[in-house]
């Protein structure tokens, strides 16, 4: 079983930065890609940025040029720097995993961690 906990999220203003980091525990962390995804109140869950395993990388086109995924595979953690924070950026991000052997750019991520809170204001 593979266990995720996100971390970093919170309040903050138009044109802030925040970075949400990722633990990830109970498997090789390598061995997945990872995601971060967001749901805002009364929307869909959308994908906003994934990387995988080998290190390539994917964005939604609402957050290319501000987001920057990346992973430390020494440290199980993967990160999601936030810059240039938009109103519309407000949504509980979720960080998830699946096995490398699956389909980096389609099909469901296998587990999720719990989310945590952006808020930005305007």
């Known amino acids: 079983q593979v266990q995720l906990v996100e971390s970093g999220g919170g309040l903050v203003q138009t044109g802030d930065s925040l970075r949400l980091s990722c633990v990830v525990s109970?498997?090789?962390?390598?061995?997945?890609?990872m995601g971060w995804f967001r749901q805002a109140p009364g929307k869909q869950r959308e994908m906003v940025a994934a990387?995988?395993?080998?290190?390539?990388?994917n964005y939604a086109n609402s957050v290319k040029g501000r987001f920057t995924i990346s992973r430390d595979n020494a440290k199980n953690t993967v990160y999601l720097q936030m810059n240039s924070l938009k109103p519309e950026d407000t949504a509980v991000y979720y960080c998830?995993?699946?096995?490398?052997?699956?389909?980096?750019?389609?099909?469901?991520?296998?587990?999720w961690g719990q989310g945590t809170q952006v808020t930005v204001s305007s």
């Open positions: 998830a995993a699946k096995y490398y052997i699956l389909n980096f750019y389609s099909g469901p991520y296998e587990y």
């Open positions: 990387i995988s395993s080998g290190g390539g990388t």
């Open positions: 109970g498997r090789t962390f390598s061995s997945y890609h």
